[in-house]
């Protein structure tokens, strides 16, 4: 057995604001997992509200884990380890995604299908973050003329308020308006509670499909008060990051959105899919800045989940990695042994 890590420089096509800042280029770190001749690739994306903001604790993480011994143990026992010693998720994830990967492999099967999933007939949705009017004009375009995206997902919670907010979704609305794309809406908590009750029946008014994490992290309590006469499914993301989150706002949510950076990896990712459908809620899995190696991991789930937002890959340039292709606006998994990506050679040779 042998593990190797490599860093890697992501550099986005267009930075992403949303309400709590803006995020520009970044590092993520490649795992690199051999045994028996089959080779399983694993992506850690540093994540300061997932414990390791930086690559070098993502690194230190991965090391120190590791070296305490991995040999002879289950993927989920070893999650469970990463757990009980307070791993970072968006560290661990790394190591779990490229177990599953070589796991998958040695089964000579793709993982969607190990995993017992359908292969995904839902769109991914597109993201355009904060931005003025004119930016949104300039922007819409370029994501969607001579593409075969059919949903965007629009960040508001603007930090200069409700009337930004609503100017710049109005300019969506005109600028998508010849290219039959839904739009729905992630507000990243920006929204204090009477915020939310403001926006949500304006953006039901044109069409929006749903609202996601309305309230911050932490405002859990106040989704109570949200849910009643809503006028928008409602679908926490932040506030769920582990699947025993799940029962706490489980009567005041319509769904969760998982993150596999935010949970720590697959393992995780089928326990949140598994409790959601046992409370009637609805699941979406999303992303943060990762390639396509972490978005073809993450998309192994999604003949399961409802709604999908694995773009990120999309919006970089180059991406490190090849294996998550986007087909008649579908994130798909490849029909090959694994989730189907790896780290291009050039990025670690």
């Known amino acids: ?74 993927i989920q026992k070893l999650y469970d380890s990463s757990r009980q010693l307070d791993v970072p ?19 000579g099967m793709p993982l969607y299908q190990m995993l017992g999933f359908s292969k995904p007939s839902t769109p991914t949705s597109i993201t355009i973050g904060i931005n003025t009017p004119e930016v949104v004009k300039e922007r819409v375009p370029l994501l969607l003329e001579g593409t075969t995206v059919k949903s965007l997902k629009i960040k508001l919670g603007s930090p200069e308020g409700l009337e930004a907010d609503k100017s710049m979704f109005e300019q969506v609305v005109e600028s998508t308006g010849k290219y039959n794309v839904k739009i729905r809406v ?97 699941t979406m899995i999303g992303c943060m800045s990762e390639s396509s190696v972490s978005i073809a991991a993450a998309a192994s789930l999604t003949g399961g989940i409802d709604h999908i937002d694995l773009d990120s890959h999309y919006n970089l340039s180059p991406d490190p990695a090849i294996g998550a292709p986007l087909i008649n606006g579908i994130t798909l998994p490849q029909e090959i042994p694994g989730h189907g990506a790896e780290l291009k050679k050039e990025f670690y040779a």
Request: proline share 4%; glycine share 10%.
């Open 1 to 74: 057995m042998e593990i190797t890590l490599h860093k890697v420089a992501l550099n986005k096509r267009f930075p992403l604001a949303i309400s709590r800042g803006v995020h520009y280029n970044s590092e993520n770190l490649f795992v690199r997992y051999e045994k028996d001749g089959i080779i399983g690739w694993g992506e850690a994306a540093p994540g300061k509200n997932e414990g390791a903001g930086t690559i070098s604790q993502v690194k230190q993480s991965i090391e120190e884990f590791v070296s305490e011994g991995i040999e002879g143990q289950s």
């Open 89 to 107: 998720p968006c560290a661990y994830v790394g190591l779990d995604t490229a177990f599953w990967d070589w796991t998958a492999k040695k089964a």
């Open 186 to 282: 992630d507000a990243n908590g920006g929204w204090n509670v009477s915020d939310a009750k403001k926006m949500m029946p304006w953006l039901a008014e044109r069409g929006v499909d749903y609202v996601e994490q309305p309230l911050k992290e932490g405002e859990e309590s106040y989704l109570k008060e949200l849910f009643k006469n809503r006028a928008l499914p409602i679908y926490v993301d932040e506030s769920c990051r582990y699947s025993e989150d799940i029962p706490s706002f489980a009567d005041y949510v319509d769904g969760v959105n998982i993150k596999l950076m935010k949970c720590g990896g697959i393992t995780e990712a089928l326990r949140i899919i598994g409790t959601a459908r046992a409370y009637g809620l609805k």
